[in-house]
């Protein structure tokens, strides 16, 4: 009799042993379950405007303005009305800028070469829904680039679209020395 009884407490101690080792897989399979592996979240989420510097330089032989890539000994770029250095490189001229994502006006300030320019920028800006997870991104529309024409001759908007940093979106001609 005390055999039995000592038996059916094992069965029962198995028995809640089992009960615990089941309730710990369903909570881990629910924690694994819950998990969103949501794929827009793993999209490169960064928007900025991409730049690239060209020089015109005026050929007499041929009497006329030849373009070709002005690399600066160093260009050092930052926002107006922000005292954080957005960029700073040493013989670079591609560039990805940053768009003001509240407001329709980007200004920046760019130092290269000595002289400094001001670029501005009117936008257009659009939130674009991920999830609810991810948020939105703001994606830009660019709609003028105006210099300020110190150092800087002209700008040329090649891609309005900004969705992305893979693209030059916005090319910058500078005055040869």
Not at 71 to 98: A, C, E, H, R
Not at 136 to 164: G, H, L, M, Q, Y
């Amino acid at each position: 009799m005390l055999l039995r009884k000592n038996e059916n407490q094992l069965k029962k101690l198995l028995n809640i042993f089992e009960m615990r080792k089941l309730l710990i897989l369903v909570v881990f399979a629910l924690l694994f379950i819950a998990c969103n592996n949501d794929t827009e979240c793993r999209q490169e989420r960064y928007v900025a405007m991409g730049i690239k510097l060209f020089q015109t330089k005026f050929d007499a032989n041929e009497e006329a303005y030849v373009v070709s890539d002005f690399t600066p000994d160093s260009i050092t770029i930052y926002g107006v009305d922000n005292d954080s250095i957005l960029y700073y490189k040493k013989q670079n001229n591609v560039f990805d800028l940053p768009l003001r994502k509240t407001e329709p006006i980007s200004r920046f300030v760019l130092y290269a070469n000595g002289y400094y320019d001001t670029i501005t920028v009117f936008h257009e800006n659009t939130d674009n829904y991920l999830s609810m997870e991810c948020g939105c991104v703001v994606f830009a529309n660019i709609k003028a680039v105006i210099p300020t024409n110190n150092r800087i001759d002209s700008a040329i908007i090649r891609i309005p679209e900004v969705v992305n940093v893979s693209a030059t979106h916005v090319e910058l001609y500078y005055k040869a020395d």
